[in-house]
């Protein structure tokens, strides 16, 4: 939810989110602002249409479609999924897919909690890495390719990893370096 204070919106809080939960439609004196600005077709009493041209999510359709594919060339992956719920319910789905009860998941000790309890829910075995500790700034450092290999030549039953990176503090961990060796 947004609070903004929206001409024609009386409550004042605009719901922007697909699939356009509007609120009893509070939201369609914003979008046919937004329709009239950037000239697409006025909306009539539902905004089903406007996101109907945006696209979806389930399965991806349209604009979002689009920018999920542009997503994955910049980041040079195999496919990029949009997420909805913000980080944690991102992070526990995302668990819960890879995760499992055949799974032995090697994670950073200093790990957001939604990611042991995405993999918790799946029913996978969960071992931890604790990354250094910067003295001179108070903060942890990325985890170090090193301490995963070792981590890995104790317990060879880990079949998957989770790095935070960049970490809280926007410090970066070698990707390149550890998934290669994953």
């Known amino acids: 939810m947004l609070r903004a204070h929206v001409e024609g919106v009386e409550s004042g809080i605009a719901s922007l989110h697909m699939p356009g939960h509007s609120q009893n439609n509070s939201m369609n004196p914003l979008l046919n602002t937004l329709v009239r600005l ?9 905004t089903d249409d406007f996101f109907d041209f945006l ?26 999924f949009f997420m909805v719920q913000g ?13 499992g009860r055949h799974c032995h998941a090697l994670i ?28 001179r700034f108070g903060v942890f450092k990325p985890v170090e390719l090193a301490a995963i290999e070792e981590a890995c030549e104790r317990d060879a039953s880990i079949n ?13 961990a070698d990707i390149e370096s550890i998934a290669r060796f994953c």
């Open 38 to 46: 950037y000239g697409l077709n006025r909306l009539d009493g539902t």
């Open 55 to 80: 696209g979806n999510y389930f399965p991806a359709s349209g604009s979002v479609k689009a920018a999920q594919e542009y997503a994955a060339q910049l980041y040079r992956t195999k496919a990029c």
């Open 87 to 99: 980080s944690t319910g991102s992070i526990l789905g995302a668990m819960r897919f890879v995760g």
């Open 108 to 135: 950073q000790r200093n790990s957001h909690r939604s990611v042991v309890h995405g993999l918790r829910a799946s029913g996978a075995k969960i071992s931890t890495v604790t990354p250094k500790f910067d003295t």
């Open 160 to 172: 998957l990893v989770v790095i935070t990176t960049p970490t809280y503090e926007g410090l970066s």
